[in-house]
């Protein structure tokens, strides 16, 4: 018959709703959920495009210690706001250790304890977490191993093996970080060379020629 209909549909694409992912970049051991160096926070947002808008999504530093600092990104397109918040924590002060008593007697020939009490000092974002002692000749970081206070290195620890020792203890904290500069105390270890003289103790009445007039 000659007729033809045509309708004008207009269809809007609407982008998909924005997606926002975080980066959060620093030294974080322990499990403790303390970070003890610089936290570098990036955020990531797709998709991107015209009508996008964002609050909050700036790249971050936080290099300073804290309890607790919290950050907020908002993106907005014509599809809704996504919205994502961070929560980190920072302390990348190393404790400090003190030592409270150390052994009366500096030299000595190894067969003597030697008692040793310390705590830790400063402040303490994190919390204590323990100490690390090393009693040897040698300053390594191998040779540090975990102690508590009081701490006394038993008698017999170094008898033969004259020298100079230095006890170095070292306080640690739940962020992981160690006190660098460990308190210490030296003390020197004698070698005996004198030779030992036996003297008999005889109790008797002596005679002649070296005999004895009765019980000895």
Request: net charge negative.
């Amino acid at each position: 018959n000659g007729l033809q209909a045509e309708r004008e549909i207009q269809i809007t694409v609407l982008p998909p709703r924005p997606q926002i992912e975080v980066l959060v970049d620093g030294v974080h051991r322990n499990g403790s959920g303390w970070y003890s160096s610089d936290v570098h926070v990036t955020w990531t947002i797709t998709p991107l495009g015209a009508g996008l808008t964002t609050s909050g999504c700036d790249a971050v530093t936080v290099d300073y210690d804290t309890p607790a600092v919290e950050f907020h990104c908002v993106a907005t397109n014509s599809s809704g706001t996504t919205e994502r918040t961070v929560s980190l924590r920072r302390d990348a002060t190393p404790p400090q250790t003190l030592l409270l008593q150390v052994p009366p007697t500096q030299n000595n020939y190894g067969v003597e304890e030697q008692p040793f009490t310390f705590e830790s000092v400063g402040p303490d974002l994190s919390g204590h977490a323990g100490f690390e002692c090393n009693p040897t000749q040698y300053e390594s970081e191998y040779s540090y191993y975990d102690c508590v206070s009081p701490y006394v290195l038993p008698a017999g620890t170094f008898p033969g093996y004259p020298g100079t020792y230095t006890m170095r203890v070292r306080a640690k904290d739940a962020a992981g970080n160690v006190d660098p500069t460990p308190a210490t105390f030296t003390w020197t270890v004698l070698q005996d060379t004198s030779v030992p003289v036996i003297v008999p103790n005889i109790v008797g009445t002596a005679g002649d020629n070296g005999w004895y007039l009765g019980d000895i």
